[in-house]
């Protein structure tokens, strides 16, 4: 009997199976426990069951948080029930700018105490100016009975080893406790968890992973391509691992091909955000994701503020169903989605085909028009043997600077190459002005932005 399987962590040492967990980890047991059902609800049944919470939400709102007792004026009167998506489509949608000049007045005056304790998170955005989000135990237990979701979904082994390569976090910090890897799954014992800092060199990076042999990579998007592509040229294979978990950018069709045909192991990939926590997981089955609906209310609107139908493109909005501490209603995060159909697989949680990125990754056309660059860094170094990263900055309407990193000066022709393949790719004849650099820095957040437009920050 060779077999092992994970077990969930047991509070009493000699009951170990069925476990007996503690009290926070049977909440998250339980929360997934109804999750199992609930994905599988009809869409019309889980927007009616959203509306439930999202009454609740509302009225604890209008009562206890000043910056809402004006805006939620027009759902006076509204009784338990009468809640309507063209009512809801009537609150404002609440912007960036918005929470960071009125944090204080967003804040509940009267938490409900079996909520929890609260906590802050920053996160910086595009322009740097932070936006503080309060959140509570509640919330934070909806992150985590997800991310079990997310583990489960995709049949990992939970008894194998993971290599982190990103940021260290507060639960990555908490994972290495004591110099030792501890579970990296809720609820659960695990395998080892082991991290490197995104900032070591690709190739150490790659030494690394190989020495120590993991069955899962958590990294960034830009990351993993770099070190599918350094593999390649070098030979370095990593023969346990099962799966790539890629999370904090775009993960684009290319970087997905790449590892499933050079490494041959498939990647999945979660969409969430410090404002709100967890807000879309890749489908089991299928490359697209699903709304976490037990967690958020995710629209995705045109330019009209209507709804999107499928294949279309618009501004995601989004609001935290528990979040009583600084109620998130109806919050413009910042980023555009593509709506996808039904899923194949029968689960009613709605689909978004593809997560496009933010407003700041939009390229601003002369007439005035945006439109998302159709390219990926990878297609540029392929063509030039020295190029290693190459970055887009708009400044201006008529001004694109090329951030260049090479192991060597390019020829006038390899430069020529470059421009005219980018040109190509970006809908009108810009000048551009190269930059050549040895490396290409991540932001402090680890992200990579392959295109970043500075127009009016």
Not at 221 to 242: C, D, H, T, W, Y
Request: proline share 7%; glycine share 8%.
């Amino acid at each position: 009997m060779d077999t092992l399987i994970a077990l969930p962590k047991s509070s009493l040492e000699d009951v170990v199976w069925p476990a007996l967990p503690n009290r926070a980890d049977a909440v998250v047991l339980a929360l997934n426990y109804q999750m199992e059902h609930s994905q599988w609800l009809d869409p019309e049944i889980l927007a009616q069951t959203q509306f439930k919470q999202l009454e609740l939400l509302l009225a604890h709102a209008a009562k206890t948080a000043p910056f809402y007792r004006d805006r939620l004026r027009m759902m006076a009167g509204t009784r338990r029930g009468q809640l309507t998506p063209d009512l809801w489509r009537r609150i404002p949608v609440l912007r960036r700018a918005e929470i960071q000049e009125n944090r204080p007045a967003l804040l509940s005056r009267h938490l409900p105490k079996n909520h929890g304790a609260t906590f802050e998170i920053s996160t910086s955005g595009s322009t740097g100016r932070p936006v503080t989000i309060t959140g509570t135990a509640v919330t934070q237990l909806f992150f985590t009975a997800l991310n079990l979701r997310y583990h489960l979904w995709h049949r990992r082994d939970l008894l194998a080893k993971i290599a982190g390569i990103c940021v260290q976090t507060g639960a990555i910090t908490a994972a290495l406790k004591d110099g030792k890897g501890e579970s990296w799954a809720p609820v659960y014992d695990t395998g080892p968890f082991v991290f490197m800092p995104i900032a070591t060199p690709v190739g150490k990076q790659l030494e690394w992973l190989g020495r120590e042999n993991p069955g899962y990579l958590l990294t960034y998007p830009s990351n993993l391509m770099a070190l599918v592509k350094r593999s390649q040229e070098s030979g370095v294979r990593l023969e346990g691992l099962r799966g790539v978990a890629t999370m904090g950018e775009v993960l684009g069709p290319d970087v997905r091909s790449a590892c499933e045909t050079i490494w041959a192991v498939p990647v999945t990939d979660a969409y969430s955000a410090q404002e709100v926590g967890m807000i879309a997981l890749q489908c089991p089955d299928h490359p697209h994701y699903h709304v976490q609906s037990e967690n958020v209310l995710v629209e995705v609107l045109d330019d009209a503020g209507e709804p999107c139908a499928p294949g279309q493109v618009g501004r995601l909005v989004i609001t935290d169903l528990h979040n009583f501490a600084m109620p998130m209603i109806r919050y413009e995060i910042g980023d555009f989605a593509e709506v996808g159909a039904p899923c194949p697989c029968g689960r009613g949680l709605p689909v978004l085909r593809q997560v496009m990125g933010r407003v700041r990754n939009m390229l601003t056309l002369p007439s005035g028009d945006q439109v998302w660059p159709q390219w990926h860094s990878d297609e540029l170094t392929g063509m030039v043997a020295a190029v290693r990263q190459v970055q887009l900055v708009q400044h201006s309407l008529d001004d694109i600077e090329v951030n260049v990193a090479v192991t060597r000066p390019l020829t006038r022709d390899e430069e020529e190459t470059l421009r005219h393949a980018i040109l190509e790719r970006l809908y009108h004849r810009f000048p551009l002005r190269f930059t050549y650099v040895e490396k290409i820095p991540r932001a402090a957040n680890g992200k990579y932005e392959e295109f970043s437009s500075r127009l009016g920050t």
